[in-house]
């Protein structure tokens, strides 16, 4: 367990792992080395023609392309009905099954001897399997110089706190200047791809969804139009809005992003944020459960619907929350949100349900004439001025990721990590207190 004690600056991490950290920065070359593609033993009965371990530039490879699986179906199979690319997802260890998808459209599978591109396929015991996997689009992101706050680095992952207005990885409107162009300046990350249902879907904090970010799959030499659209997401496991601070953790290799994803779809991922809050909630700790969809009259907007889940295609969501602190007269709260599922908004949405949106977020009404009608009858007229400053600089949802535990991919230890909230939210945080004890 990485412990939170000696911690040093503001981001809860050990001393020991900040020495971990500096020996990796003064040994860039590590940054950049993968292990070779290898299967445990008893995954695969028979795989021959592995790609060669590294590429014509002499770089390791890790990306399973090139892979090929060779392998009768056992006799285990009784419903007759395992699909396709079911099975061969769990004979490859540590690849997604949209991969595995692409590389079945892509025409690269064959059972006992016959093309078969269809995914859902139904396997039998004593079918022959060949499968190879397909090559994934090179990313067309850039790498740039942009500092990050790495708060935690080894060979397999990266936790990084995020600042408030960058957004986490390419999408239209915002080519440049993401968390994503800064990480590929800093190191490596694997390209892995997801189908539409995959991806995200219990991992996303995110407005990035909003405009999404794929990319063509991959081609292949000799093969034809079949292949699929899907979603290509360099490392990234989950992200946060672009107005969100805070923790979020990337892969450096795509076995990590397998085992970091089922995390997060299995709900086990540790996640805390604050926030600050246009009103106290009522009652001051309880649990949302209330589903997210899209909010019909502004697509920039998610909405909590209560009601059928079947209503506006909205999806189940639950969030626990507790006041941690009333503020400048009961007007503001300092409230703790622990995250039971990772809808897009989830947060935002959740708080304007209960009446409280966050502050500075003018989507879900937290406006400033909001927010100033709330202060101005607390708040002594020698105050007024100082009150209408703070609330006129609010340029974000005052929303920050503090709390990030999980289990490490590859060494099954179990790590937290805690970040104190940035500069501007902890000013605003003081000067509602100074308000309070007027």
């Known amino acids: 367990m990485i412990s939170l004690n000696n911690s040093c600056g503001c981001c809860g991490v050990s001393t020991a ?3 971990f950290q500096s020996q990796f920065r ?11 593609t290898k299967f445990p033993r008893g995954v695969a009965r028979a795989v021959s023609g592995l790609a060669d371990d590294s590429n ?3 770089e390791p490879k890790s990306n399973y392309a090139g892979v090929r699986l060779e392998e009768i179906v056992d006799g285990e199979i009784k419903s007759g009905k395992l699909r396709l690319d079911t099975w061969i997802s769990s004979r490859i260890n540590g690849i997604s099954r949209a991969r595995v998808q692409s590389s079945i459209k892509a025409g690269l599978v064959h059972v006992n001897g016959r093309l078969v591109d269809k995914v859902s396929f139904n396997v039998r015991a004593g079918d022959e399997i060949k499968c190879t ?24 992952l990266l936790v990084i706190n995020k600042p408030a207005h960058m957004v986490v990885h390419p999408a239209p409107g915002n080519t440049s200047g993401t968390l994503v162009n800064g990480i590929l300046h800093h190191c490596n990350l694997p390209n892995v791809e997801f189908s539409k249902d995959e991806a995200l879907s219990d991992t996303e904090d995110s ?19 079949r292949l699929s659209i899907a979603s290509i997401r360099p490392g990234i496991v989950h992200r946060l809005d672009k107005g969100t601070s805070g923790l979020l953790v990337v892969a450096k290799d795509e076995h990590s992003h397998m085992k970091l994803s089922e995390q997060f779809k299995l709900r086990t991922i540790k996640r805390v944020y604050i926030s600050l809050t246009a009103g106290v ?27 059928p889940l079947t209503s506006m295609k909205a999806r189940h969501a639950a969030s626990r929350y507790k006041v941690i602190e009333i503020l400048a007269g009961g007007s503001c709260a300092l409230v703790e949100w622990k995250l039971e599922t990772g809808r897009t908004h989830q947060i935002r949405a959740h708080a304007r349900y209960l009446g409280v949106p966050l502050l500075g977020d003018e989507v879900y009404g937290g406006t400033k004439n909001m927010v100033l009608s709330l ?25 920050h990721a503090m709390t990030l535990g999980f289990q490490h991919p590859h060494t099954g230890e179990q790590v937290h990590f805690s970040c104190e909230p940035p500069v501007d939210f902890n000013e605003i945080l003081s000067q509602l207190r100074r308000i309070g004890r007027q």
């Open 375 to 399: 202060l101005r009858p607390r708040t002594t007229p020698s105050l007024h001025g100082e009150m209408t400053k703070m609330v006129s600089e609010l340029d974000r949802p005052c929303l």
């Open 56 to 58: 014509s530039n002499g």
């Open 133 to 156: 996997i397909a090559e994934l689009q090179k990313l067309r992101a850039v790498p740039e110089n942009i500092p990050l706050d790495i708060v935690y680095e080894d060979e397999h």
């Open 17 to 19: 792992t900040r020495a």
């Open 207 to 225: 407005d990035d969804e909003l405009n999404g970010f794929t990319s063509q799959a991959p081609s292949c030499e000799g093969l034809d139009s």
């Open 26 to 36: 003064t040994s860039p070359s590590s940054l950049f080395f993968f292990s070779p």
């Open 281 to 307: 909630p009522t009652p001051v700790a309880g649990r949302v459960e209330v589903p997210v969809g899209r909010d019909p009259n502004n697509r920039l907007r998610m909405t909590a619907v209560a009601g």
